[in-house]
């Protein structure tokens, strides 16, 4: 089992930033890749960016330019740096720690309870 936790989320104003921190515990040795999506307000949850054990980063469109994934595999911690934000970046972020078994699929994996990220305008 692992157990993934989430934190950093607030209320930002638009062009600020925020860095949020998802840490992955207990039997990590089975995941090798760190997601971290988002869910708006009656929006489906959507991709946002992803690093892998060996640091491979993708991004989004939406985010790429503005959002930074990176790691601290010591600490089995992932952050995810948001600046220049905008009022539709407002969501629920939740981290997803899986394993990737072949190119682009994943396990399901282990999900957190989310942050809140708000932005206003």
């Known amino acids: 089992q692992v157990q993934v936790v989430e934190s950093g989320g607030g209320l930002a104003q638009a062009g600020g930033s925020l860095r949020l921190s998802c840490v992955a515990s207990?039997?990590?040795?089975?995941?090798?890749?760190i997601g971290w999506y988002r869910q708006g307000p009656g929006k489906q949850r959507e991709f946002i960016a992803s690093?892998?054990?060996?640091?491979?980063?993708k991004y989004a469109d939406s985010v790429k330019g503005r959002f930074t994934i990176s790691r601290d595999n010591a600490e089995s911690t992932v952050y995810l740096q948001m600046n220049s934000l905008k009022p539709e970046d407002t969501a629920v972020y939740l981290c997803?720690?899986?394993?990737?078994?072949?190119?682009?699929?994943?396990?399901?994996?282990?999900w957190g309870q989310g942050t809140q990220v708000t932005v206003s305008s």
């Open positions: 997803n720690a899986r394993k990737e078994i072949a190119v682009g699929i994943y396990t399901s994996g282990y």
């Open positions: 690093i892998s054990k060996g640091g491979i980063v």
């Open positions: 207990g039997s990590t040795s089975i995941v090798n890749d």
